[in-house]
């Protein structure tokens, strides 16, 4: 047994100094010795980070990952082990992974399917197989792909947008700006306060309410660059590819730091594993929390956000602290919001600057911003309609407004009848209080 003493000791020195990697790599000796073999692998991973000890602190990880069964992670670094220069033992340990997972070592036959073909930057990687499709464990990406390109992909760069485009949200914004902006901003006062950064926020709430842009705002803040996926960009048909891809695209954002690494249609990539019937979405998820709590440990400038219209849907796993620990309500604009929003929308309109939007605004309660923009380009039709005939640009007149006022609804009606169900009958932990706050506030409780 190794003594809690020096393990504490040493800790205190690492914490003094974060890029000494031989003493990582002796911390992680000791707990595994220990039988701290999570803490272990976390202290490697660090080390894996350094330039002078990346080759021997993967070595090391890899065989104990494999021993922890964490196979999707271990050929992912043992691959990237084998880049820095040939080792007989890293490539033994990629046949057992193989082995362990089910696949073979060499290359498949000539009658498997090719793999996608290598695209630019610029080119989006093609569609994988639909989620719902059980996948072989043999049916394995023949050549690697071209990881670092394709997660580049996703990359926005550095946003100019700033909170004080969006409309409304304030507490949104807020929140936001306490949790993930203000550690970043100014870090010795957070942590005057007992408090570290890291972690992530992940926002709820019906369909086109602007948790997208909010993220993006959030990018313009901070000037960092703005990385954005989805399901569909990450999901391979090939066993393995997939957590490759995860990984490839924290690499990037760790690369690219600072970065706001944004997940939309979080509820489809980190679906309850419980309720997956298929390995392979049960090794993605695995892979993704892996990263997630690699982020908080080896890089504080990665700053994770997530959207989902479904949060009941969404791993409880990742909304334990240090992954995204604040779950935030994004609801449909107040009533100045929708003011500023549609008067804004219609401006861009011939004659719609003239327009007096305040009867309008009383109509729309619970719409979306996508609801308003959908409004905004209904009654353009008309006038639109009106010009085609006639030859000449004719002005949106208040008619206009009104017949497409009557022609319209809000989209966001629907998720809120399924959301109040979540909060009467799965509001246990009180994850959806401020769910139930709101629904009272607007009378549908």
Sequence with gaps: MTDATVLNALAQALERDPRNGALWIHYAELLVAAGRA???????????????TRKQALGKLVPLLREQGKLAEALIRAEA???????????????????LRGAPSEAPPATQPSSPPRAPAATPRPKAAPPSEELAPAEIAPEPLADDEWASQFDWGDLRLTFADVAGLDDIKRQISLRIIAPFKQPGVFEAFGRKGGGGILLYGPPGCG??????????????RFVSV???????KYWGESEKLIHALFEHARRSAPTVLFFDEFDALASTRGRESAQ?????????LQE???????????????????PWNVDSA??????????????????AARESMLAERLRALPGGEALDVRGAVEKTELYSGADLVALAERAGERALERSLASGKVHRVEPKDLERALAQSRASTLEWIATARNFARYANEGGQYDELVDYLKRIKKW
């Design 292 to 310: 997630m709590d690699g982020v908080k440990a080896r890089n504080r400038d990665v700053l994770l956000l997530a959207a989902t219209n479904v």
């Design 318 to 335: 990742f909304r334990r602290p240090g992954r995204f620990d604040r779950v935030l309500l994004v609801t449909p604009p107040d009533k």
């Design 230 to 236: 989805s399901i569909h960009d990450v999901v391979d």
């Design 211 to 224: 948790k997208t842009y909010i993220a993006r705002a959030t990018a313009g803040e901070l000037g960092a």
């Design 38 to 52: 999570e803490d272990a692998a976390s202290a490697l991973r660090t080390a894996a980070e350094l330039s002078a």
């Design 280 to 288: 392979f979405f049960k090794t993605l998820v695995d892979q993704l």
């Design 81 to 99: 082990a084998l880049e820095l220069g040939h080792d007989p033992q890293l490539a033994r340990e990629i046949e057992l992974i193989q082995a």
